[in-house]
T-cell receptor
Framework: ETGVTQSPTHLIKTRGQQVTLRCSSQ?????VSWYQQALGQGPQFIFQ???????GRGNFPPRFSGLQFPNYSSELNVNALELDDSALYLC?????????????FGSGTRLTVV | DQQVKQNSPSLSVQEGRISILNCDYT??????FLWYKKYPAEGPTFLIS?????DKNEDGRFTVFLNKSAKHLSLHIVPSQPGDSAVYFC??????????FGQGTELSVKP
């Protein structure tokens, strides 16, 4: 059973640029959620994808967007990067409908905006 | 509006003693709670969970207690080991099935 894989592990971007982060879900999982963890804070929910459609969104602006592919992998895109977007971005996969909410997290992508 | 709160940013305990990590929540509709452990440069890993129909769940050295009337839960680790040193996050599942995390408590277990 493969776990959740995120790429890249680290990234440095300039303010105003665009970035794409990638996530491969754990085998057998059909749902992907993205979280942003700022320094010293807990992870904050960005959005969730199920069956290639957005299924819930947190308090993040539209410049945060995503995709889920038929193999359940996912991308997080952020346009017009701001300094405050610097954070650890976590992807979590799960099987929708599983009663114990078996979320599995990747190791994250550390994004630095300068 | 922080719906899940961990008011202690850090906790230091001696090896072999009990570690107690606390968590409060504001939304009475939450009915499932989880604790995650996070090491630097790794994602959170699931530790233990509890449903609102229970007030206690135990797994080895880890026990979670839930007090619904106080909207409070706690994680007990007995005995604490140096390898338990990590950041611990409390989380609740909301009606949409997403995780709502607290701010985390950094536990340091000293030999």
């Amino acid at each position: 059973e493969t776990g959740v894989t995120q790429s890249p592990t680290h990234l440095i971007k300039t303010r105003g640029q665009q970035v794409t982060l990638r996530c491969s879900s754990q085998s057998g999982h059909n749902t992907v959620s993205w979280y942003q963890q700022a320094l010293g804070q807990g992870p904050q929910f960005i959005f969730q994808y199920y069956r290639e459609e957005e299924n819930g969104r947190g308090n993040f602006p539209p410049r945060f967007s995503g995709l889920q592919f038929p193999n359940y992998s996912s991308e997080l895109n952020v346009n017009a990067l701001e300094l405050d977007d610097s954070a650890l971005y976590l992807c979590a996969s799960s099987w929708r409908g599983r009663g114990d909410y078996g979320y599995t997290f990747g190791s994250g992508t550390r994004l630095t905006v300068v | 509006d922080q719906q899940v709160k961990q008011n202690s940013p850090s906790l230091s305990v001696q090896e072999g003693r009990i570690s107690i990590l606390n968590c409060d929540y504001t939304n009475s509709m939450f009915d499932y709670f989880l604790w995650y452990k996070k090491y630097p440069a790794e994602g959170p890993t699931f530790l233990i969970s509890i449903s609102s129909i229970k007030d206690k769940n135990e797994d080895g050295r880890f026990t979670v207690f839930l007090n619904k009337s106080a909207k409070h839960l706690s994680l007990h680790i007995v005995p604490s080991q140096p390898g338990d040193s990590a950041v611990y996050f409390c989380a609740a599942i909301d009606q949409g099935g997403k995780l709502i995390f607290g701010q985390g408590t950094e536990l340091s277990v000293k030999p």
